[in-house]
């Protein structure tokens, strides 16, 4: 089986600059493990996996995140990636607002919408610490 896998310069308009990450788009979910190697094997410092169509009521698409080689073996809920995610799969479903699932082991609810050349990302917050830096 073949896989569609790209690797793109993030956050510039030349090749060669920027941030460098693999994108590897899957047509049903994979084993954690196998997607660890080939986030390994592909030697940048992000691997995303399309980030697939979700089958769970209440998510249009789910997403996992890697990038072992800044010691990141998950990320475990990512904005940076559904900024990519969203113009994605707009084009592929015709729509421009989601609720995306972040499958990691802790997990993420990404609200994402699409407006023009901008992408804006929603979620909740909890707070869960409270300090105090002097």
């Not at 800044?70 to 607002?97: I, M, Q």
């Not at 609810?109 to 610490?129: H, M, P, S, W």
Request: proline share 5%; hydrophobic share 45%; aromatic share 8%.
């Amino acid at each position: 089986m073949s896989l569609a896998i790209y690797q793109v310069d993030a956050f510039t308009d030349k090749p060669f600059t920027g941030n460098p990450a693999a994108v590897c788009v899957l047509s049903a979910p994979r084993e954690e493990g196998w997607m660890q190697q080939v986030a390994m094997e592909m030697n940048v410092s992000e691997t995303a996996f399309v980030t697939c169509l979700s089958d769970s009521p209440g998510f249009d698409f789910v997403s996992r995140f890697f990038a072992p080689a800044s010691g990141v073996n998950e990320d475990p809920a990512t904005g940076s990636s559904h900024c990519c995610l969203g113009p994605f799969w707009a084009k592929h479903l015709n729509k421009t607002e989601f609720v995306a699932h972040q499958a990691s082991a802790r997990g993420g609810v990404i609200k994402v919408r699409v407006e023009g050349d901008r992408v804006k990302l929603i979620g909740q917050a909890v707070t869960v610490l409270r300090g105090e830096l002097v």
